[in-house]
């Protein structure tokens, strides 16, 4: 499917348009796309006018991690200090437990309720980390199955697969 990326998208989103389940192949190449659209040569602070991607971009990306990450086949995610990490948990005072999965999912849900703050201003916004990375890596190795991935990122609005 990497071979030929726009072919590849293009099958992608008509197949998602005509309500067909995406496998989970297909959900790898989207996410794979999606953190490049949202992190690849963006500025810091935005200087465009919109920027690119867009405040309504970032929101929609971070909802869209968080609905994979609490859809997660193992609680105690393998990726809680990637996410942390990426999410800028790092440059504050908060701890991942190391013994306890149940403080480190509550510690990512912190930055992930954090990162939404960041961007709830309509001017003065800022981009909060690495949020295509995070969504990448859950997409990849949360476990989600491929119908539950197509269940959850639906728009509202649109039914599940066909």
């Known amino acids: 499917m990497l071979t030929n990326p726009t072919q590849s998208l293009w099958q992608i989103r008509k197949k998602w348009e005509s309500r067909h389940t995406l496998s989970a192949p297909e959900w790898d190449v989207l996410a794979e796309y999606v953190q490049i659209g949202a992190e690849e040569k963006t500025q810091e602070p935005p200087l465009m006018r919109p920027a690119v991607p867009s405040r309504e971009s970032q929101l929609a990306l971070l909802d869209a991690f968080e609905a994979v990450y609490m859809n997660r086949k193992n609680h105690a995610s393998q990726h809680s200090w ?81």
């Open 82 to 162: 990637y996410y942390f990490s990426n999410l800028g948990g790092s440059s504050t005072e908060t701890l991942l437990s190391r013994e306890d999965p149940d403080k480190r999912h509550k510690v990512v849900l912190k930055e992930i309720e954090s990162s939404r703050k960041l961007l709830q201003p309509q001017e003065g916004w800022k981009k909060p980390g690495s949020i295509g990375a995070c969504f990448l890596a859950a997409v990849r190795d949360e476990g989600v199955e491929s119908a539950r991935l197509d269940e959850v990122l639906a728009p509202t609005g649109r039914p599940s697969g066909a």
